[in-house]
């Protein structure tokens, strides 16, 4: 990424529809910074330009927040296929723009036929990750388009069917692939040989389609244009869903998923979690399954009860102090995080509240444990004195994501983070039954859950694998409001896996606590711990004394590259202020 990035921002200077700011100084990570984007009546963030100007032309139109969306997330599926799509699931955390907020679920659902020992091999030991994710048996019940429509229906002004109008002209006429998706393609292996992927993708030696490469995706549009003539039981029903479940039972590595489970699949609107947070912001995100928002919460509250140091930034950069209390506080977070949360329709929150998680006694209690040297790993506590009903889960990985920010010209807004999991899915590729070329990628969700349904002793792990369960997720689609007047503030959220939780934490303390603006909060270098004994930063984000300091303080610092993805936009004196991470192709459009 970091060899083709100043290429890449050539493209998106060039791009109008939203006033730049001057340059910043080089991004703290080491990459080329990108310029903030000032706008004055509406703006969105994505994670590709191609699907801004699909957003941008539905804002232009007057259309809503929830409009844009829709034709963001169907280029996305065109142009960024390894991240998301039609075939995967989304968070959406949605404002009207008034007083209410909105929490539409449209995570993947486990099929009927799964079975909590599904993932076990014949020893009845779990797979591993390279084994589980290739294959039918880690795909669950793609949700995105049922979701989307249902979120349309509540919100939505422009008619559906011009929704779609962007992607399948792409689609059609084909668009230039970019670098990040050559890159992502040629360090990819299994794609190579799905019957549909792989001529798409690849050409007859087995190489990735080169950079700027006109590539068309002719069953990808048959398969919009239905849905946006016939509405998501296009999608659900008929053609669609039989080619989806052929391909899954059919692979060499079958599934369960039937599809009677497509026709079955319901999105689901649940009650957005918020919270205050340093008496000013009130913070809403997305609750169970959605592990996001209440391990976030947790951390930024415990911070606030311990007290952070003077100078959190030293040299422009995360200091030692409060690097050692951001990853403390994150440890205790996801020891939580690993006992608790998991679908709510299948496990009740600790003390019957998920709130109980963030109740200031407990955290309290919770920060008191945060000592002068580094814990290794942390233990869950009890809010509320809950039982301890199941087994703590360990951490597993997840990146094929993106996320989408919009404000539209009335005032509503949304965050929305949307996933297919691991970069390409789970490498099967269905062309909706057109027989054309191409065609759109399917979720591995299903390896979200728990691969072993126990612990050694048989507790059983609250996020195990159960029929028409959702998956424990890390996405957190965030929306941040005026504690004191209801003003909407900030719309921000991320792709990275568990790590989503660190970026969108660092970018709400960077932003809001304090006092960068959006774009330099969200070139800060990403670090974080997920309460095992590493100390996670980003690789060429830190000094080598601030390594040396944390490491005296009994931390074990890794480096990694933290590829965070992050979009978001926020309030300014004159109307809007959007951020796109210099890590990812990403921009920001808006009048």
């Known amino acids: 990424m970091r060899r083709v990035l100043p290429a890449l921002l050539s493209l998106l200077i060039a791009l109008p529809g939203a006033a730049q700011v001057p340059a910043q100084p080089e991004a703290a990570t080491g990459l080329q910074a990108k310029p903030g984007w000032s706008t004055r009546r509406f703006a969105e963030a994505a994670a590709n330009p191609l699907a801004a100007e699909a957003g941008y032309r539905m804002l232009k139109a007057g259309g809503s927040a929830i409009d844009a969306a829709v034709a963001v997330q169907m280029v996305l599926n065109l142009v960024e296929p390894q991240s998301s799509g039609i075939g995967g699931g989304a968070f959406l955390l949605m404002f009207d723009g008034k007083q209410q907020v909105s929490a539409w679920d449209g995570r993947e659902s486990a099929p009927a036929a799964a ?232 496990v009740p929150a600790p003390a019957g509240d998920w709130q109980s998680l963030l109740a200031p006694a407990y955290l309290k209690q919770r920060a008191a444990l945060i000592g002068p040297r580094s814990m290794g790993t942390a233990t869950a506590g009890r809010p509320g004195d809950a039982a301890l009903a199941f087994a703590a889960q360990a951490e597993q990985p997840e990146h094929g994501t993106s996320h989408i920010s919009i404000v539209d010209a009335q005032g509503r807004a949304l965050a929305m983070t949307t996933s297919i999991e691991s970069a390409f899915g789970d490498r099967i590729m269905s062309d909706g039954g057109t027989g054309l070329p191409g065609g759109f990628l399917l979720n591995n969700t299903m390896t979200d859950f728990s691969l072993a349904p126990a612990d050694a002793d048989g507790k059983p792990i609250a996020n195990r694998v159960e029929p028409g369960k959702r998956p424990r997720s890390s996405m957190s689609p965030t929306l941040v409001f005026d504690a004191r007047n209801g003003q909407l503030l900030l719309t921000v959220g991320a792709p990275g896996g568990p790590a989503i939780i660190h970026f969108v934490a660092k970018t709400l303390i960077g932003a809001l606590d304090w006092g960068l603006d959006l774009q330099r909060a969200v070139d800060l270098p990403n670090y974080g711990s997920f309460n095992t004994a590493a100390t996670v930063l980003e690789a060429g984000g830190f000094t080598p004394q601030t390594l040396a300091g944390l490491r005296a303080l009994g931390h074990q610092v890794v480096e990694m590259e933290l590829t965070s993805g992050l979009q978001g936009i926020q309030r300014s004196k004159d109307g809007w202020f959007g951020a796109a991470d210099p890590r990812r192709e990403g921009v920001v459009r808006g009048d």
């Open 115 to 346: 079975s909590p020992r599904m993932f076990l091999d014949d020893a009845g030991k779990p797979l591993g990750m390279r084994q589980a994710i290739p294959g039918g048996l880690s795909a669950g019940v793609p949700g995105v388009v049922a979701m989307l429509a249902a979120a349309h229906r509540q919100q939505g002004v422009l008619p559906w069917k011009r929704l779609f109008e962007p992607a399948i002209e792409l689609a059609e006429q084909g668009f230039a692939v970019s670098p990040r998706l050559h890159q992502l393609l040629a360090e990819e292996q299994v794609l190579r040989r799905d019957p549909q992927a792989g001529p798409l993708f690849y050409d007859a030696a087995g190489e990735p389609r080169p950079v700027g490469y006109r590539l068309k995706n002719p069953a990808l549009a048959a398969v919009l244009r239905g849905i946006a003539e016939r509405g998501p039981q296009a999608f659900y029903e008929g053609p669609v869903a039989a080619d989806i479940a052929r391909r899954i039972q059919g692979h060499a590595r079958p599934g369960p998923m039937a599809a009677a489970d497509l026709a079955a699949y319901k999105p689901v609107q649940r009650e957005p979690l918020c919270a205050v947070w340093l008496t000013r912001y009130r913070v809403c995100g997305f609750p169970p399954p959605s592990s996001g928002q209440l391990t976030m919460m947790q951390i930024l509250k415990l911070i606030e009860a311990r007290g952070e140091p003077e100078r959190p930034l030293i040299a422009g950069k995360p200091g030692v102090p409060w690097l050692h209390l951001y990853s403390e506080a994150a440890r205790l977070a996801f020891a939580d995080r690993a006992q608790y949360i998991a679908d709510p329709d299948f």
